[in-house]
């Protein structure tokens, strides 16, 4: 069974962190996006999700979005994704996500998504 709740680690170092997971399936938590050359301002963002009824579906799907705390730009990121029981009995997270950035005029709509 799957539980979203705790400290996850991507394979680019990136870490999510699932404080609070209620029993209606929604969570709060942090996220910290991996180290990069040359950016001395990386900070931990705070996250709001739901995940399915792990009562009703062994491998729930879950989404959770975050709202960037950059100096820079204002972003913010969502992922959708599923949670899987390997063979070892280990959880592993698989999920796609979609920025946006926000743009100064309807022109420039199209380059603010990625």
């Not at 999510?16 to 996006?33: A, H, I, N």
């Not at 709202?67 to 899987?84: I, P, R």
Request: aromatic share 8%; net charge negative; glycine share 10%.
């Amino acid at each position: 069974q799957c539980l979203l709740s705790g400290s996850w680690r991507s394979e680019t170092g990136c870490q999510l962190v699932v404080s609070t997971l209620g029993k209606d399936g929604r969570f709060s938590g942090s996220y910290l996006p991996r180290p990069v050359t040359g950016d001395p301002e990386i900070l931990t963002s705070p996250l709001e999700g739901s995940q399915q009824d792990v009562g009703l579906v062994p491998q729930p799907t879950f989404s959770f979005t975050v709202h960037w705390k950059l100096q820079v730009t204002d972003q913010t990121t969502v992922f959708l994704g599923q949670c899987y029981v390997g063979t070892n009995g280990e959880e592993i997270l698989h999920a796609l996500w979609l920025m946006r950035e926000a743009a100064d005029s309807p022109t420039e709509d199209w380059k603010a998504t990625r």
